[in-house]
Each structure stands twice: as structure tokens, then as C-alpha cells.
């Protein structure tokens, strides 16, 4: 068991606890999400998304909206009323607030393509990887319906991954064509919405627990067991050959021949974009939000702790015309979990020594006060993190507390230093030490960094 979970079980029952599903980020772990989401928005921008914002909270109506997340979603949502008797609720995810703005903002010119980064909320079960608030960090294409659309998004989130150094899989679907095959199966178009969300569910509970809930809802054991064994012996062959047999499956069914079109032209044009060999089709997945009409996506982390998905999204291009009470405005996104991304690199590099600061130059007076405050403001208009010791302690005890730091390099300011305006540098982690004009050490430490 890791030192900070047997801290945070000592608080479970303190007042100084944070409420349960939440955590506070000190500095290493702040250090860390702040590296993950500097690369993710690196590579958004590389991809030309722009950046807005929207509140943590919304009205109950918006998020409860028959359009929005479906029943099951808004059993984890946390609802209130403000003092004036106004519903309101938590965010649940990124996707119905950008719905909300786009919806209300008609004139923006299309295609809008966003990111957002900003926390979630969900009252749901708590494991590995898994919070009551936590960050979202997505993408999304509204105007374009096109297959490229689609591929662009999973082409970036290959990137992203890729940056971040995580060994990944991405799956994809169709919605429309795992309803078509559904379908072509007979399994009854009442019962298909519920259907997928057991089937969504193989890889966790199993075959027998999946047959098991279809049974509990009504399918017949021949439709069951025939829907299992077509899922299952998919699952185990490539792209390509997936298609194949869906096509000889779905017969002429047409919801499933339009979704079999869509896979086909998105992974034409993954091919173009090089991703191909980092992308599964799992005709099984269908993510739990009832609002996809295309495209699903899930990424999973190779040979990890973590078993939950670390990114998820699809096409839903029907959400926000519903919103706005006008035509369908096509949409694709997707959503990186912060967290789930961040348990995984953590348990990846469990040997590696955690930044524990952002400071490069650590300045220790020695009666030399006013010119410790002239080297830093140098070393800072220089682009160069810099504190100073603030608490008036000796060398000794400043050099311990600058290792503890692990704050590569120390400036010692005496008399002698201040009269020849230079400064003793010191490296921490190889012991040399030398006297050094204010301008040699912005070089040294900017070539360092």
C-alpha cells in the first residue's frame, strides 16, 4: 500500500479530510497533471483547436434534458438549489455544456472545433483510476459529419498518447451499425438501448454475466447465446475482416449498411493519416451516454493497473440541434480522463524520482540582501524559475532544505560575491561549485533546462 493512500485512509474519518472522491494535489502530483495537460493542449493546437470555457454548473433542466445523458448518467449526478429555489446540477461531463453554447450561439462559423479542460462531477463508485471529481480534457468538431472528421479525432488522440508515452489501444464502433446488427439478430428495437449497455459490458463482467443480464431482460437463450457468439468471435479478428462479416450478417438491414459505410470511410482515411495499427474495431463497444449516433471510441492503457477506459467519446449528431430546437448540427469529440492517465503514468514509472518543484535556481543570501533581490530579478527576467530563501537560515540548513527540494542549483550571494558582482554556483546533484558572473549563469542554466 503507497504512503499517500495509508495518509488518506489515517484522514478518511478527520475534518481535515477532502470529501470522499476528491483528493487535494500537492506539489508532485500538481507538477505532473499540470506536464499532462500542457502536452495535451499542445497537440490539440497542433490539430487546430481553440480553447473555451464553461461553468462547473449548470441548470437541472440542461443536464436532465431527455437530449443530454440518459437516465443512468443522472444517477450520479450531483443536484441542488441555489438560494433562490433554482435547480441546478454539476457538471457530468464536457459535452452538454458545449451543446448549451453552441446551441445558443447560432452565428458561430462553422466548423467549431474546441477544447476544454475543467473538472466533472459523479456520485459514482469509487476504484483505480476512478473519482468523484475529476478532469476532463476533450476535443470536439461540431459543422462536419464527414468520415475525416472522425479519423482526425482518433489520429490526435493516437498523437496525444503517443506524446504522453503511454502504451495504448484505441477501440472504435458504430452505434448504427451494432444497432443494425442487434437488429438483423432480433433482438426487438424496444429492448436494443438496454441491450447495448449489457453488451457494453463484456470485457468486465464476461460472457456469462452479459447472457446472464440479457436473459434478466427479456431476451429469449437462442437470440442471447447466437448475439454472444457472433460479438465474440468478431472480437477476434482484424478491422478489415470484421467488416467482411458484418456485411455477410446485417443482410439488408439499413441502419447497419449506413454504419458499416461510416466505419469503412473512417478507417480509409486512418489509413491516410498512419493510425491504423493502433486502432481495434470492437463491434462490442458503445460507451453508456445514449446521445452517440456514429462513431464510439475508448482507450484503454496497454499492461496496466488500470483497467478503465483513459479517453472515450464518439460522434452525437443529434444532440445539440435537439438542444436548440433546430436541424441537426453534426458533432465528434472526444474526452481524455486526466486522472485515469495520471494513475497510469505514476504506476508506469514507479522507479522514477517525482519533481517535487518547478525551481531551477535556488538564491541564498549571506548579508547580502539587496543584491540576492537584484540576481533573482535577473534570473527571472531571464525566463529562469528563481526563489530565495526567505527565513533567514544558514547555508547548511538552505542547502538541505534545496536538495529536499530537489532544486538542481544554488546561488550564494556574500560580501566578496557582491562586491565582484558574481555569485557562487553550486550543482546539488554533482557537488561542483563556482564563481560565476550573472550572465554565465543564465547561459549554464539555460542551456540546463
Known amino acids: 500500500m503507497s504512503k499517500e493512500k495509508i495518509e488518506n485512509e489515517k484522514l478518511e474519518d ?97 466548423p467549431v472545433k474546441r477544447y476544454a479542460i475543467g473538472s466533472v462531477f459523479r456520485d459514482g463508485p469509487l476504484k483505480i483510476g476512478r473519482y468523484r471529481e475529476f478532469i ?26 503517443t506524446a504522453l508515452g503511454i502504451d495504448y489501444v484505441v477501440k472504435v464502433n458504430n452505434r448504427k451499425l451494432l444497432e443494425g446488427l442487434l437488429e438483423s439478430m432480433q433482438v426487438p428495437a424496444n429492448k436494443l438501448e438496454t441491450v447495448i449497455l449489457s453488451i457494453d459490458k463484456l470485457a468486465k463482467i464476461g460472457r456469462d454475466g452479459v447472457q446472464k443480464e440479457l436473459l434478466e431482460k427479456g431476451l429469449s437463450i437462442p437470440i442471447a447465446k447466437k448475439l454472444l457468439s457472433v460479438i465474440l468471435e468478431l472480437s477476434e479478428l482484424r478491422a478489415d475482416q470484421v467488416l467482411f462479416q458484418c456485411e455477410k450478417i446485417i443482410g439488408q438491414n439499413a441502419k447497419a449498411k449506413q454504419g458499416l459505410t461510416e466505419m469503412k470511410e473512417v478507417f480509409d482515411f486512418l489509413d491516410n493519416f498512419g493510425k491504423t495499427d493502433a486502432v481495434v474495431l470492437d463491434i462490442s463497444l458503445a460507451r453508456g451516454l445514449a446521445y452517440y449516433t456514429g462513431l464510439v471510441v475508448e482507450v484503454f492503457a496497454k499492461n496496466s493497473e488500470v483497467k478503465s477506459s483513459i479517453a472515450g467519446g464518439g460522434r452525437y449528431d443529434e444532440l445539440i440541434g435537439k438542444f436548440a430546437n433546430r436541424e441537426a448540427i453534426p458533432a465528434v469529440g472526444i474526452s481524455f480522463g486526466l486522472d485515469a492517465i495520471n494513475e497510469v503514468l505514476k504506476l508506469q514509472d514507479k522507479g522514477a524520482k517525482p519533481k517535487k518543484t518547478l525551481v531551477s535556481v535556488y538564491v541564498i543570501p549571506i548579508k547580502a540582501i539587496p543584491q540576492c533581490i537584484s540576481v533573482a ?25 534545496a536538495s529536499k527540494q530537489g532544486i538542481n542549483y544554488v546561488a550564494i550571494i556574500g560580501p566578496k560575491e557582491a562586491e565582484a558582482k558574481k555569485l557562487t554556483l553550486r550543482n546539488l546533484e554533482t557537488g561542483e561549485e563556482k564563481l560565476m558572473t550573472i550572465a554565465d549563469t543564465i547561459m549554464l542554466i539555460s542551456r540546463s533546462n
Not at 490539430?47 to 470555457?53: D, M, Q, S, V
Not at 476533450?138 to 490526435?156: C, Q, R
Not at 530579478?377 to 542547502?399: E, F, P, V
Open 14 to 110: 478527520s475534518s481535515l479530510a477532502a470529501p470522499r472522491g476528491t483528493r487535494d494535489f500537492l506539489f508532485e502530483e500538481k507538477i505532473l497533471r499540470d506536464e499532462v495537460t500542457s502536452t495535451l493542449k499542445t497537440i490539440f493546437e497542433l490539430y487546430g483547436f481553440n480553447a473555451f470555457e464553461t461553468p462547473a454548473f449548470e441548470k437541472w433542466e440542461v443536464l436532465s434534458s431527455k437530449y443530454a445523458g440518459g437516465a443512468e448518467i443522472l444517477k450520479e449526478t450531483y443536484r441542488f438549489q441555489d438560494q433562490g429555489k433554482r435547480e441546478l446540477g454539476l457538471r457530468y461531463d464536457l459535452t452538454v455544456p458545449l451543446c448549451r453554447v453552441i446551441a445558443g450561439n447560432s452565428s458561430l462559423p462553422l
Open 136 to 161: 476532463q480534457c476533450d476535443v470536439d468538431i461540431v459543422g462536419s459529419k464527414t468520415g475525416l472528421a472522425d479519423a482526425e479525432i482518433v489520429s490526435l488522440t493516437c498523437d496525444a498518447f
Open 377 to 401: 530579478n535577473q534570473l527571472r527576467a531571464a525566463g529562469i524559475r528563481t526563489a530565495i530563501d526567505l527565513m533567514n537560515r544558514s547555508i547548511s540548513k538552505n542547502l538541505e532544505y
